[in-house]
């Protein structure tokens, strides 16, 4: 039986590598089938061939039918998805407990008190750094946004952008922290979690506390989002000065 190449490399989405591909499929085809036959239909090696279908059983793809020879009864592909989705969702589910768990150990209080009392040893001009990544930026900003005590600054091309931070903009102003946007149009739902202003250059950034900086090098409109950089640095210095311009460049 002949299996086209792409196919077979769709079925890696199903965790299968190329010789259990090739025996799955051919499973398939014939409903019920030994290793033997498996092997030459498949053109697997038959050294190779029992330990696949080995495998395929543990997954959940096929089943194994004692006798003699062992003959393998094949799962229908539907049955197989929900079989893999359970198992998503079972792991998911685990890892979730695992790392609500880590909260509340004594461990991570451990670390914490470690990386304050090592950050303490830390010139604040060495607090720098380049980001790659629109998703890592947005994961860095988010991080840098939620420690705001006081001020939130934010200079922006694409109002849209910052719409996934308006619940975390909500919380922010019931703790009285300032938020100020600079940005290509006005929005009622930001009026009402912060001031918004309408920019008159194109440019991005962040300033949290007055020192905490993220500013990005390029344009949005011109970059794919893979290639977006940003450089992060902890400088008061840096950080009034940006807010200095976020005063002068908005209506």
Known sequence: MLIQKEFLM?????GLNSYESKIWTALLSLGMSTAGELSDIA?????RSYDVLESLVKKGFIISKTGKPITYIAIPPEEVIERMKNKVQKEADYSMKMIESLKSNKLIEELKALH??????VDPSDLSGSITGRDNLSDHLY??????????????????????????FGKLKKNHVR???AADKKDKEFSQVA??????????????????VLFMLLDDKEVHPNYDTGIWVNSSFFGSVLEMLFKTAQK
Request: hydrophobic share 40%; charged share 35%.
């Open 195 to 212: 001031e918004v202003g309408i920019a008159q250059q194109r440019a991005r950034f962040y300033v949290v506390d007055g020192k905490d």
């Open 143 to 168: 991080s840098m946004l939620k420690k705001a005590k006081k001020s939130i600054t934010i200079f922006t091309t694409d109002l849209e952008q910052e719409r996934k931070f308006l619940e975390l």
């Open 43 to 47: 053109n697997v090696p038959r050294s």
């Open 10 to 14: 769709k079925l890696k989405d199903f």
């Open 116 to 121: 304050v009392e090592g950050i303490s040893l």
């Open 179 to 181: 938020v100020q946007i």
